[in-house]
Nanobody
Framework: QVQLVESGGGLVQPGGSLRLSCVVS????????IAWFRQAPGKEREGVAC????????SYADSVKSRFTISRDTAKNTVYLQMNSLNPDDTAVYYC?????????WGQGTQVTVSS
């Protein structure tokens, strides 16, 4: 059974940091491209960062570039999203997503709230 389980969300002050984790099971992590998406209230879900399957190439949305870092540990079947210099615009539910076309899977999401 495929599962993606996110954790690490919470309440943080502006300028603070959080590290999200996505533990995957039921498939081989290195065979899948993994992405983090987020969805703020009243807004569409948007891609934040992704890491490719084969070579681990990473890419980021302009809004988070230089602040967020995506990484993976295949031994732990875990993908991370390190988020620094957080601001209120980063408040959203963050989702982990895995794709090996045509297969794709979503996690349940973890809430990140940036507020003073």
């Amino acid at each position: 059974q495929v599962q993606l389980v996110e954790s690490g969300g919470g309440l943080v002050q502006p300028g603070g940091s959080l590290r999200l984790s996505c533990v995957v099971s039921g498939f081989t992590l290195r065979n899948y491209a993994i992405a983090w998406f987020r969805q703020a209230p009243g807004k569409e879900r948007e891609g934040v960062a992704c890491i490719s399957s084969a070579d681990g190439y990473t890419s980021y949305a302009d809004s988070v570039k230089s602040r967020f870092t995506i990484s993976r540990d295949t031994a732990k079947n875990t993908v991370y999203l390190q988020m620094n210099s957080l601001n209120p615009d980063d408040t959203a539910v963050y989702y982990c997503y895995a794709q090996d076309w045509p297969r794709e899977y979503w996690g349940q999401g973890t809430q990140v709230t940036v507020s003073s």
